[in-house]
Nanobody
Framework: QGQLVESGGGLVQAGTSLRLSCVAS????????MGWFRQAPGKEREFVAA????????LYSDSVKGRFTISRDNARNTVYLQMNSLNSGDTALYSC???????????????WGQGTQVTVSS
């Protein structure tokens, strides 16, 4: 069984930056697609970004493209989400996800973290 633990959320002002981290307790982390989803109150869960196991491919939602950057450190079993130019629309619970299915992007993710809250004040 795998476990994903997110950190780095908080309350920030619009226009500033924040970096989220997710440490994965899974075997062969380097074979997992890693990603981030978010869910704002009263809204459906939304895909944010994903990165392939070998760092060769990334994918972003249109709403964050150009502002957010996903990266990973396979030696540390960690995936990051650098969020710049934050706005109130980015306020949500951000969850880390992982999939070992071998496709990019995955249709379904195997593991989900509990999430870290990001609140952007305008």
């Amino acid at each position: 069984q795998g476990q994903l633990v997110e950190s780095g959320g908080g309350l920030v002002q619009a226009g500033t930056s924040l970096r989220l981290s997710c440490v994965a307790s899974v075997r062969t982390f380097s074979k997992f697609v890693m990603g981030w989803f978010r869910q704002a109150p009263g809204k459906e869960r939304e895909f944010v970004a994903a990165i392939s196991w070998d760092l060769s491919r990334t994918l972003y939602s249109d709403s964050v493209k150009g502002r957010f950057t996903i990266s990973r450190d396979n030696a540390r079993n960690t995936v990051y989400l650098q969020m710049n130019s934050l706005n109130s629309g980015d306020t949500a619970l951000y969850s880390c996800v992982a999939d070992s299915g071998g496709t990019f992007p995955p249709d379904i993710y195997d593991y989900w973290g509990q999430g870290t809250q990001v609140t952007v004040s305008s």
